[in-house]
């Protein structure tokens, strides 16, 4: 299975926006889960946004509720997470997950078995 290939990632003062891109593999993105972590320095992984590619079914974490977006372009085969009014604590390593099984709705890293490599954002004050 080929791993999904993030971007978009960068540097941003606070109050600004960013999205991010994620390209998955046909056997990943067909009846499955992509989900948006991320992690910074001395912190645990935390699950911010997923979507389950069928439906388009959408779950967020309160962290992040109302200011980031994830979406998806079937064709392509690719989700964006639109990050808006970023703050500095946003600041991390940001990673797009995919899976199969048991991953409707969660936000657990468990439930995601493929990863990609990750991205940084970085958000100065």
């Known amino acids: 299975v080929q791993a999904q290939v993030e971007s978009g990632g960068g540097s941003v003062q606070a109050g600004g926006s960013l999205r991010l891109s994620c390209e998955a593999s046909k056997y990943e993105f067909i009846r499955g889960c992509l989900a948006w972590f991320r992690q910074a320095p001395g912190k645990e992984r935390e699950g911010l946004a997923t979507?389950?590619?069928?439906?388009?079914?959408?779950t967020y974490s309160d962290s992040v509720m109302g200011r980031f977006t994830i979406s998806q372009d079937y064709a392509k085969r690719t989700v964006y997470l639109e990050m808006n009014k970023l703050k500095p604590e946003d600041t991390a390593t940001y990673y797009c997950?995919?899976?199969?099984?048991?991953?409707?709705?969660?936000?657990?890293?468990?439930?995601?078995?493929?990863w990609g490599r990750g991205t940084q954002v970085t958000v100065s004050s």
């Open positions: 979507i389950y590619t069928d439906s388009g079914a959408t």
């Open positions: 997950a995919a899976g199969r099984d048991d991953c409707y709705a969660s936000l657990a890293s468990a439930d995601y078995p493929y």
